[in-house]
């Protein structure tokens, strides 16, 4: 007898990413949980085969396996391709074991995942943008234990800000004041004007002294940060404006 055919079989994986807890519990609730799931993927695997799908999203300190069995699949269109995934819900080891652990995702479980603050930081100057990400990211390791992580999107003018805010939420506004396109200081005064987005924390940051700050605040900056800026007060003003403990 071939002793390949008593080992263990590997499953085939595929990561299922989704973009934050609140998809991932939706999903779960409303899908996984009953039955089944669809995954999008460019394999097209054959209908029968076993699989194991790695749930995850950014901020979960683990990634949570559940196995299942692919039931059918969809070739077209290309860009919704993908496979139907059954699950048992009898099998103690699997998405049956699942549902406390999601029911303490959906509660924000410090156990299981971390905080997640987005920042949208708008800035001509590279450099500067860099700055403001790489700072907020090792501050939040070495200060907050890696309790809190920030997730840092860039745009270099105002416009593509104000597009970028006004389609995809986030939790901190960083504007330079001087910005091309549309100026910083018409970029938070917009903001501050749309009642989706008027109690956005907003940090204005500039060299331009004093006629900055005040044009800034007047537009509706929550603080005004000098350039150059010093990582210990970036990292202090998002924890006053995000209240991180």
């Known amino acids: 007898m071939d002793d390949r055919r008593r080992e263990p079989r590997e499953l085939l994986t595929l990561t ?17 949980s009953t039955g089944g799931t669809f995954v999008l993927t460019e394999r097209l695997l054959p209908e029968g085969a076993e699989i194991r799908l790695v ?18 699949t ?22 049956a074991r699942l549902d406390e652990v999601v029911a303490r995702i959906a509660a924000g479980d410090p156990a299981l995942i971390v905080r ?4 949208l930081v708008v ?18 390791r070495r200060e907050l234990g890696g309790r809190v992580t ?23 506004l960083i504007v ?22 008027r109690h956005l924390p907003i940090v204005a940051v500039s060299g331009g002294g004093s006629p900055a700050r005040e044009t800034a ?11 150059p800026m010093r990582l210990a007060d970036i990292f202090a003003t998002m924890r006053r404006l995000t209240r991180i403990e």
């Open 16 to 32: 299922v990413a989704y973009a934050d807890a609140s998809e991932l519990v939706s999903d779960y609730t409303d899908n996984i």
């Open 217 to 227: 605040l007047a537009a509706g900056a929550d603080f005004f940060l000098d350039k």
């Open 116 to 119: 997640t603050l987005r920042v």
């Open 55 to 72: 749930l995850s999203f950014p901020g979960l300190l683990k990634a949570l396996p559940v196995n299942g069995r692919v039931k059918w």
């Open 150 to 172: 920030f997730e840092c999107q860039t745009v270099d003018n105002g416009r593509d800000g104000l597009a970028l805010v006004r389609s995809e939420p986030f939790d901190v």
């Open 74 to 95: 969809r070739a077209e269109p290309p860009e919704m391709r993908g496979v139907g995934v059954a699950f048992d819900r009898s099998d103690a080891g699997g998405v």
């Open 123 to 140: 800035e001509d100057n590279p450099h500067v943008a860099n700055l403001i990400r790489d700072g907020l990211r090792g501050s939040s």
């Open 176 to 197: 330079d004041v001087y910005l091309p396109v549309l100026g910083g200081a018409q970029l938070i005064a917009l903001v501050r004007a749309d009642e989706a987005l």
